[in-house]
């Protein structure tokens, strides 16, 4: 395997952001849950704030781990068009304002007591603990760059090569650490790939160092 667990995945990424290292203007951004864990983890190593935003996968009808598209937090969303043009628009309907009442709730949730995200201007390196089909991480750099982000920077251990190609043309900067041309899921690339609870997630968002 790859990576142990997400702590070593994160050690790793770090490493090879290493260039980024007390640079001004950097925010790490994760996408929760586990890419917070990935997150806490570079952030400490590049002396950087973390921060996080929220989008939500759009999941199949019956298969709600197969990605079809996914939302921001303000709720516009990037879609897989021809899975959008085969699925029941009413399903589509109720899945977005599920995913977006979902993302409210984190938002609030993870963000309680800290100070109001701040990403104009800045360098944000957005980190997941990997890959898949590629639309959440779309949609979490539209929300960054809505945000005024000067330069944005995709930062995961593993991603299938055609979506880490497919985010080259939208950000500044992919760093990506295995790139398998066999790919059927993320935790395959893990020893240990548990699921993150709000509670670890909120405890790491309260952990910024001074």
Do not use: C
């Amino acid at each position: 395997m790859p990576f142990a667990d997400r702590e070593d995945a994160g050690r790793q990424l770090a490493e090879a952001l290493a260039s980024h290292r007390r640079t001004k203007n950097v925010v790490i951004v994760a996408l929760p849950r586990g890419g917070v864990v990935l997150g806490r983890v570079v952030a400490d190593f590049l002396g950087a704030p973390l921060d996080l935003v929220v989008p939500r996968k759009i999941g199949a009808s019956g298969n709600e781990e197969f990605a079809i598209g996914a939302i921001t937090e303000e709720g516009d969303a990037v879609w897989n068009e021809a899975e959008r043009a085969m699925a029941d628009p009413d399903y589509l309907e109720q899945e977005v304002k599920k995913q977006q009442a979902e993302a409210r709730r984190r938002l609030g949730l993870y963000r309680a007591g800290l100070p109001p995200r701040d990403l104009k201007d800045k360098t944000v390196i957005i980190v997941d603990d990997g890959i898949a089909t590629g639309y959440t991480m779309r949609a979490a750099v539209n929300t960054v760059k809505a945000a005024g982000a000067a330069r944005v920077v995709v930062a995961v251990p593993v991603a299938p090569p055609d979506s880490a190609e497919a985010l080259r043309v939208a950000v500044d900067e992919v760093v990506v650490l295995e790139t398998p041309r066999l790919f059927w899921a993320i935790g395959a690339f893990y020893g240990e790939f548990g699921q993150v609870d709000d509670e670890t997630v909120v405890k790491l968002m309260n952990s910024n160092k001074p």
